[in-house]
Each structure stands twice: as C-alpha cells, then as structure tokens.
C-alpha cells in the first residue's frame, strides 16, 4: 500500500535518533530536552490523592475548573494581565496545542512564518495542516530577529507567524521592544500570532518573561502555547495548555473536542492542587545554576559559547575551533568516541544551515553536566 508524505520533516526526529544513539554508545545524553533528576515529591503525592478522591473519568473538555482557574490566577501574577480561565484549553502537550491550534485556524495553502533555527515540529505540523511554512532566519550569532527580513517574508497569503520566547534551540529571550516590532508589523492584518513560550518559568539572571499575552493589540490575534513538563520537569506527562480570546479559544476547542476531547484527569488534579498549595513556585534558581555550572565547565574546553542562554533547558556552543567538520557528524563523533549526546544545530533548520553548533540541555542532574564535560576534556 502507499501512504501519503503529509509532511517534509525527519521520518525519525533528531531528538530521537540522538537520545537512540547515546543509548546504544552509553553516552551521557544531553541531546533531549529532558530532566534526569525526579520530579517534586508533592506532585507525586497529589497523582496519587487524585486517583484515591476518584479524579479518574473524563476530565469537562476545556481542561479541570481547578487547573484551569490556578493557571489563570499564576499568569495574572506574573504577568500582570487579566487573564480569564475560560479561554484557557488544557491539551495532551505543547505541541499538540500548536498542531490544534493550525488545524484549527488555517486554510490550505496558507502561509506561516517561523523564525530559524526553530523547533522541529513546527514545520511538520504547518504541513499536515495544509499549510506552507516559510522560514525567515534569525541573524547569527546572537539569534535576534533580523525585522527586515521578517518584513519582507510576510504576503498576502501570510496566515500566522509563529515565535517562540524563551527559544529552543538557543535560549534566547525576547524583550517588550521586540513584541512593539512584531504587534506592529501584524497590526491591521488578518495575521496570526502563535506563540510558545514553554519555557515561560523558566528565565535566568532575575530577568522576566515576557509573554505575548501582554501585548494588548496582539489580543485578538494570538494564540499562547505552555507546557506544564517543562514547567515542573515532567516531561512524559504531555499536558499543556492554549490562551487564547474567546473566538480563536471556540475555534481552537472546536478542533480538539473531536481529537482529544480532553486530558488525563489525575496528572490535571495533581497539577492544579500543587499551583493551589503552592504558588509562585518556579524553578528558574534551579537552572540558572545548572546554566552557570554548564558555563563554567565549558570554559576549560574549546567549546565556545556565542550567546549565553536567557532561558529554557538549552544552551548552544560552537565547536569550530576544535574539530572540522560538519555538525551532524561532530554530534555523531561526540557520542561515538566521547560519550557525550548533542543535537547539531542544522537540524533546526530547514535548509540545514550549518554554523558549526550544537545544543547542550542543561536540566540535568550536577553530576551528569561535569561527567559530560569531564569526557569530553578526555578527548581534547
Ligand atoms: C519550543 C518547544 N515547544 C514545544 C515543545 C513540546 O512540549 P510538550 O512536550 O508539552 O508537547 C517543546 C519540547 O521540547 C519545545 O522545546
């Protein structure tokens, strides 16, 4: 039988074929962007109060009253913007709610914009949506937006641009001047923005998170994507959540209510009473200081750092003035015979732009950052 190509991307993500191969060599993985140290124990304790008070049925289809309203009272607070439970949507996943969103929202042979080097399933999902996706490149090395080309990317057939802050792969932040650029270069057109921020708790160096939320002329135009495994380090729990105004919100949930409908109740239960007990929790501290550690390893090696992380799991280091060759086969060789798993840059990019860069994920334990580094000073 043939089955139809729906999209361009990888048949086995880089994230997967890596974290397979560190399996297979034994290497230390900071390829994924998943923690190694166990989530908090309070957590743990409320999954299992859930299933025992008999959080075990369908959770209502927007998400549980009590997540929901905890979110809400959260981003007020951070953010300092009033922000309604009812256009919160709980999803299995930030990337789900980015796929639910296109489905929702765009029309075949549309037009979306994303900012390389960019997270992999952007493209993908623009695809099996009927969507065309037009990279515009970040300027290097500092990966800032480059407004020009930004500008000159945007068409008549231009349906959503998609902006993720604080970035994956390179951990780069946006400021309110960069939100005034693109609400400008948006305002007046039928032009949407989807913005995932699941790294939103996560920002270093005391600075905050700026959110696309806050941008008033924005709001009738956006979708906000979070992801509570990032926030509490419970990646394989893939729950997140869309904000959105109410008519992008019935859209988005007219779409979901048919695919999801909706998200496991107890994981719901426990995340909504942890926020309840214990607000304004965030791990920023945490991995401020496994980004300082990472920083601090890596200066006794050739791997240079070109733009510090602001925040999210990831910093990226350039490897150019150590071995040439190109970053796939570095990332390989870095696995193979130093026992240590990266992602090479290219692989965010569509074109796979080649700048002599991988990607370290720092949210891993103390001891898993200098093993990592200390095997990779084994083979200077
Ligand atoms: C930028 C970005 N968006 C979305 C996701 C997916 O989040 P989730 O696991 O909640 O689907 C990730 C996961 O690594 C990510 O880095």
Redesign the pocket.
């Known amino acids: 039988m043939l089955f139809p190509q729906k999209h361009t991307g990888a048949d086995t993500t880089i994230f997967s074929v890596m974290s397979a191969l560190a399996a297979e060599y034994g290497a230390v993985n900071l390829s994924q962007?998943f923690p190694d140290y166990p989530i908090d124990t309070r957590i743990q304790e409320f999954l299992a109060e859930a299933t025992v008070q008999g959080f075990n049925q369908y959770a209502p289809m927007p998400g549980l009253p009590l997540l929901t309203e905890q979110i809400a009272l959260q981003k007020n607070k951070q953010l300092n913007v009033a922000i309604d439970a009812g256009h919160i949507t709980i999803c299995p996943?930030?990337?789900?709610?980015?796929f639910v969103a296109l489905a929702a929202l765009l029309n075949k042979g549309e037009e979306v914009i994303i900012l390389e080097p960019a997270?992999d399933?952007y493209i993908p999902a623009i695809e099996i949506n009927g969507g065309i996706p037009v990279p515009v490149p970040l300027n290097y090395p500092d990966f800032s937006v480059d407004w020009d080309r930004l500008r000159a990317a945007v068409t008549t057939r231009t349906r959503a641009i998609i902006v993720?802050t604080p970035?994956?792969p390179t951990g780069v932040t946006w400021s309110a001047p960069d939100w005034q650029q693109l609400a400008d270069l948006v305002a007046g057109k039928d032009i949407l923005v989807i913005s995932?921020e699941?790294?939103d708790q996560i920002v270093f160096d005391g600075q905050q998170h700026h959110s696309v939320l806050q941008q008033e002329a924005l709001q009738e135009q956006c979708v906000a994507?979070f992801?509570?495994?990032?926030q509490f380090h419970a990646?394989g729990w893939?729950?997140?959540y869309t904000i959105a105004c109410p008519a992008i919100t019935k859209a988005i949930r007219k779409v979901h209510q048919f695919i999801a409908f909706s998200v496991n109740t107890p994981a719901q239960y426990a995340l909504g009473r942890f926020m309840q007990q214990f607000p304004g929790e965030d791990s920023c501290a945490l991995l401020n200081g496994k980004r300082d550690l990472l920083h601090r390893l890596l200066a006794d090696t050739p791997l240079k750092i070109i733009a510090p992380a602001a925040g999210?799991y990831f910093q990226v280091a350039d490897y150019s003035a150590w071995k040439d060759m190109p970053d796939t086969a570095f990332a390989q060789w870095l696995t193979k015979e130093a026992g240590v798993a990266t992602i090479p840059l290219s692989a965010f990019y569509k074109d796979g732009t080649d700048n002599k860069l991988v990607r370290f994920c720092f949210a891993k334990e103390d001891k898993t950052l200098q093993i990592a580094i200390e095997k990779i000073k084994a083979k200077l």
């Open positions: 962007g996943g930030a990337s789900y709610g980015i997270y399933a993720n970035h994956n995932d699941v790294y994507v992801s509570f495994g990032k990646t893939k729950i997140g999210s």
